[in-house]
Structure formats: structure tokens, C-alpha cells
């Protein structure tokens, strides 16, 4: 079965700091896609960043970049200079080549305190 | 550019009701997708559209049924609703390209069966 672990249900730190978010997932494909997706209040799912598992260079967009450890099946997302706004939940997901199905971990709740 | 439109916003419904969620997409995406949000879960896909005319059952059909009116809308049902289907769900659409396939998400439909 494939499946996707965010091991921190919640995390906090101060504002302009540097956060890592875990995410491990488990799958026999070799071609598939991983992604970041924000929650905040407002409940809206934004996508903050993808990365293609054949890609060995990591993902990167603005202040998040990702950690992709094929061998291990990790996907960590870092947040540099936190900010306020980044107060959200946190998915990590993945989606087959041969498959539209997006499998989803449970989500870690981020706190950016001032 | 609306994006993607879900509606109601909230809903209340006793056991038995039945009642449909609405979603519209003005991206001209090809595939669309319903999912639910439990507390403490990611999402589980519900049912999804590759294409118009075309429906597919996702993760936890039961209960549920979909019909992709257009290549714009996309609708839930639920014809005798009970209270396990107490939660939030999100519409998507996406379009798959080479170098693509990212979902973007509805604002969410918070419903509660009593």
C-alpha cells in the first residue's frame, strides 16, 4: 500500500527562524511526484512546491526548499525567515506516473509565534 | 478568474437528507476531483473526473455519487446522507501536462449531518 507519514502533528517557532517539516512515504513505484501543500485558516489548499522523483536536484521556491532523499523516501520542507503568514497546516503528498490519485499524510499544524 | 468554486459554503442536514455540492472550474482543466477533510486526516478522494463524460471511483466512494456536467462543473451527491459524512470537503481540478499536473482546490464545504 502507499502511504504517506508527517511524523510532527504540530510544531512552533519564532518568527524568522528556520523550520523543517518531515514527511516519509512509502511506495515500489520508481516515477512519481511529491508535493507541499498549506492550509491556512481560511482552509484553502495552496500548493507550495512539487518535485519530480526523477529530478535529482531539489525543489525550491522563494523561502521553501525541499530535502529529497529518494533512497530513503523522505521529503522535508524547509521554511527559511518564517514569517506570520506561514501559520498553516502542512501536507505532504504524492501521486504515481500511472496514477491521477494523490495520497495525503495526516498534516503538521505550524505555529509561527511573533 | 474565479478559479475553483464550490458552493454552499456550510450546510446542515439531518440524517437521511440528501443534498448536492456544487463545484465549478474556469481553468478549462480537464480533470476534477472531490475529497474529504477529517480532523486529524489528510485528504481522502472521494471520486474523480480525468475528463468530461468520464467518472472514476476514488478512495471512500460509498455513499456518494458524481456527475461532471460539463468540462467547467463537477457535482457530489449524497442521497441519504448520515452522520459519518460529518466533514469538509474540496473540490479540485487540474490539468495534466508534460511538465505539470497541480491541483487547485476550491474553498471547502463544511457540512454536518445530525
Known amino acids: 500500500a502507499q502511504t504517506v507519514t508527517q511524523s510532527q502533528p504540530e510544531m512552533s517557532v519564532q518568527e524568522a527562524e528556520t523550520v523543517t517539516l518531515s514527511c516519509t512515504y512509502d511506495?515500489?513505484?520508481?516515477?512519481?511526484?511529491l508535493f507541499w501543500y498549506k492550509q491556512p485558516p481560511s482552509r484553502q489548499m495552496i500548493l507550495v512546491i512539487r518535485?519530480?522523483?526523477?529530478k535529482q536536484q531539489n525543489a525550491t521556491e522563494n523561502r521553501f526548499s525541499v530535502n529529497f532523499q529518494k533512497a530513503a523516501k523522505s521529503f522535508s520542507l524547509k521554511i527559511s525567515d518564517s514569517q506570520l503568514g506561514d501559520t498553516a497546516m502542512y501536507f505532504c503528498a504524492f501521486r504515481v506516473d500511472s496514477n491521477y490519485q494523490l495520497i495525503w499524510g495526516a498534516g503538521t499544524k505550524l505555529i509561527i509565534k511573533p | 478568474n474565479a478559479g475553483v468554486t464550490q458552493t454552499p459554503k456550510f450546510q446542515v442536514l439531518k440524517t437521511g437528507q440528501s443534498m448536492t455540492l456544487q463545484c465549478a472550474q474556469d481553468?478549462?482543466?480537464?480533470?476534477m476531483y472531490w475529497y474529504r477533510q477529517d480532523p486529524g486526516m489528510g485528504l481522502r478522494l472521494i471520486y474523480y473526473?480525468?475528463?468530461?463524460?468520464?467518472?472514476d471511483k476514488g478512495e471512500v466512494p460509498n455513499g456518494y455519487n458524481v456527475s461532471r456536467l460539463n468540462k467547467r462543473e463537477f457535482s457530489l451527491r449524497l442521497e441519504s446522507a448520515a452522520p459519518s459524512q460529518t466533514s469538509v470537503y474540496f473540490c479540485?481540478?487540474?490539468?495534466?501536462?508534460?511538465?505539470?499536473?497541480?491541483?487547485?482546490f476550491g474553498p471547502g464545504t463544511r457540512l454536518t449531518v445530525l
Open positions: 511506495t515500489s513505484e520508481n516515477n512519481y511526484y
Open positions: 479540485a481540478s487540474s490539468e495534466w501536462t508534460a511538465s505539470t499536473d497541480t491541483q487547485y
Open positions: 481553468m478549462n482543466h480537464n480533470s
Open positions: 518535485q519530480e522523483a526523477y
Open positions: 473526473s480525468a475528463s468530461e463524460g468520464t467518472t
